[in-house]
């Protein structure tokens, strides 16, 4: 069965940091480009960031451009966002996913940003 599971979540202050993991299982991680996506409240998906499935080409949107890291570790079978200079609009509910749709996405993990 094919499964991404999101963590890391919580409450940070503006200006803090979080680190988002994404565990994968089911697929052949390796070989796959993945992404994180954002949901905030009353809004649609956000596509945010993409990794190609070496690692080695990462892309942002504009606004976390410079804030956010996203990583992998294929012999771990696991993404990574690492959020940095978080602001009130980053909160939202953080997703992986195969594409920017937010195909096989999990259940999500939660980022408040709030003082």
């Known amino acids: 069965e094919v499964q991404l599971v999101e963590s890391g979540g919580g409450l940070v202050q503006p200006g803090g940091s979080l680190r988002l993991s994404c565990a994968a299982s089911?697929?052949?991680?390796?070989?796959?480009?993945m992404y994180w996506l954002r949901q905030a409240p009353g809004k649609g998906l956000e596509w945010i960031s993409h990794?190609?499935?070496?690692?080695?080409?990462?892309y942002y949107t504009d606004s976390v451009k410079g804030r956010f890291t996203i990583s992998r570790d294929n012999a771990k079978n696991t993404l990574y966002l690492q959020l940095n200079s978080a602001k009130t609009e980053d909160t939202a509910m953080y997703y992986c996913?195969?594409?920017?749709?937010?195909?096989?996405r999990g259940q999500g993990t939660q980022v408040t940003v709030s003082s």
């Open positions: 990794i190609n499935s070496a690692g080695d080409a990462t």
């Open positions: 089911g697929f052949t991680f390796k070989a796959f480009r």
């Open positions: 996913s195969f594409d920017q749709a937010g195909m096989g």
